[in-house]
């Protein structure tokens, strides 16, 4: 499941763009991405039910609109290591 997940196209990119960053919202993270943002959500969705990234809902925002944060948690930067293992191996 876990490996199935990590395959998926943009998992990857995802997970090395929170790394850079602190703590990303979802625009920020589709302006670099570039995907569909209902597929970024359920990516986003899927990496948060697996450990792999933290949510926050931000609901101070001056549109009174709430944002979701996301950040990579250690399981997450624990993934990393899997790409860089199969870049090794290529």
Same mark, same amino acid.
């Given at each position: ?6 395959? $998926?196209?943009?998992?990857? @990119?995802?997970?090395? !763009? /929170?790394? &850079? ?12 991405? $570039?995907?569909?943002?209902s @597929?970024?959500?359920q !990516? /986003?969705? &899927? ?44």
């Open positions: 499941m876990v490996l199935k997940l990590l395959s $998926k196209k943009h998992v990857e @990119n995802i997970l090395k !763009l /929170l790394n &850079e960053g602190e703590e990303l919202y979802v625009q920020q993270i589709n302006d670099e991405v $570039k995907i569909n943002k @597929n970024l959500s !990516l /986003l969705q &899927e990496l948060q039910d697996n450990g792999f990234v933290s949510k926050r809902i931000d609901e101070d925002t001056a549109k009174n609109l709430p944002k979701s944060y996301f950040k990579l948690t250690e399981k997450g930067k624990r993934a990393l290591k899997v790409y860089e293992m199969i870049e090794e191996l290529n």
